[in-house]
Every structure is written in C-alpha cells, then in structure tokens.
T-cell receptor, first 112, second 112 residues
Framework: IAGITQAPTSQILAAGRRMTLRCTQD?????MYWYRQDLGLGLRLIHY???????GKGEVPDGYSVSRANTDDFPLTLASAVPSQTSVYFC???????????FGQGTRLTVV | AQSVTQPDIHITVSEGASLELRCNYS??????LFWYVQSPGQGLQLLLK??????LVQGIKGFEAEFKRSQSSFNLRKPSVHWSDAAEYFC??????????FGTGTRLLVSP
C-alpha cells in the first residue's frame, strides 16, 4: 500500500541520548517534511527537503538534523535529546507544489 | 517570512448549525492554500486546496473555502455541521520553495 511509514510509533528516550526517527515514502514524491505537534502550537516545521540531496530549515530546526540521500527516505535525528523535544512528530511528503501533502501516522516521543 | 494565522483556538457549534473557521496568511505572492482535518490520534487529511482560478473551492465532507486576496484570508465553511465533524482543523500555506507551513489549528466542538 502506497504511503508514508514512520518508525517507531512511540519511544521513551533518556535525555542526552541520540535518536533517529525514520520516515519512508513510496510515492516518489520530491518534497518531504518533518513537523512536531504540540498542544496549542499546531504543527511546526522542523526541516524540509524539496528533492533528494537538498534540505532546508523550518521554523524550529535547533537540536534536529536531517538528510535526504535518496527520494524515499528522510530521517530526522536528535543528536542529544532534551525534555523540550517531547512531542508528536509527523513526517509528510508531497509531489507537485500545488498538491496535497500525505502524512505518516506520527511518532510519539517522550524525553525523560 | 510566510505565516498562517488561525485566530480561533477552539469553536463550539451546535449540530446542524453553520460553521466558519478563519485563516489568514502572510505572504507576498499568491500562495497555495490548504485546509486539513485531524481527528484525535490520527494523521492529517486534506479537505480542500486553492492555487488558482475560482476563489470558492469545494472540498470533501461538504466543506468549502473562499480565497479573498484583499483580506489575505482563506476561511473554511460548512452550512450544516455534523457531530462527526468534531476535530482539529489546520490551515496551511505553500510558497514557491514548496515549504509547507501550518497555522496553530482550531479545535471544533459540536454540541447536540
């Protein structure tokens, strides 16, 4: 089934640990995005990528890094997790600029 | 920088009553505009989109939205709300760099 797969579904992580959230899409979309969703703040863009090999910073990039080695994968890495990074993380992808974005089911991350 | 504003954090509407959710964008050129809906614990689903042409766009589930350039607005409407419409609604905007930015969301509560 075509779509976006995020892993893990949820994770409890000790502060200071490194963590990579995985995101894979099989729709051959050029653009991919990472968002964090926090109560009252909506979805805030962390990083995005318009095409393989390029990435850009969103609204809240600090403490996160991404890579886009190929079209399908867009992992998000927390180099040293902090409690303020506790959130639900959504990965999304879209094809052309005026088409809808498809979302994964989210990763619930708790940093303790 | 582009931004999307949803001034209403939450709205309560009686079942069968009409609904209007407000969205304002800040961007120099005409953006691509979207409304998404998120049910509890779920990912986001596209309701409708605007990128050119007719300023009144129809979406799924009986929703429509009107683009008003003079007001920088893209308000979502529904003539008669059903209990199943209770959810969180997000307005979003894409620029030419295919950077997808969301508003903070409006939570819709439907009273019997």
């Amino acid at each position: 089934i075509a779509g976006i797969t995020q892993a893990p579904t949820s994770q409890i992580l000790a502060a200071g640990r490194r963590m990579t959230l995985r995101c894979t899409q099989d729709m051959r979309h050029n653009a991919m995005y990472w968002y964090r969703q926090d109560l009252g703040l909506g979805l805030r863009l962390i990083h995005y990528s318009n095409t393989a090999g390029t990435t850009g910073k969103g609204e809240v990039p600090d403490g996160y890094s991404v890579s886009r080695a190929n079209t399908d994968d867009f992992p998000l890495t927390l180099a040293s997790a902090v409690p303020s990074q506790t959130s639900v993380y959504f990965c999304a992808s879209s094809g052309e600029v005026n088409t809808e974005a498809f979302f994964g089911q989210g990763t619930r991350l708790t940093v303790v | 920088a582009q931004s999307v504003t949803q001034p209403d954090i939450h709205i309560t509407v009686s079942e069968g009553a009409s609904l209007e959710l407000r969205c304002n964008y800040s961007y120099g050129a005409t953006p691509y505009l979207f409304w998404y809906v998120q049910s509890p614990g779920q990912g986001l689903q596209l309701l409708l989109k605007y990128f050119s042409g007719d300023t009144l766009v129809q979406g799924i589930k009986g929703f429509e939205a009107e683009f008003k350039r003079s007001q920088s607005s893209f308000n979502l409407r529904k003539p008669s709300v059903h209990w199943s419409d209770a959810a969180e609604y997000f307005c979003a905007c894409v620029t030419g760099f295919q950077k997808l930015v969301f508003g903070t969301g409006t939570r819709l509560l439907v009273s019997p």
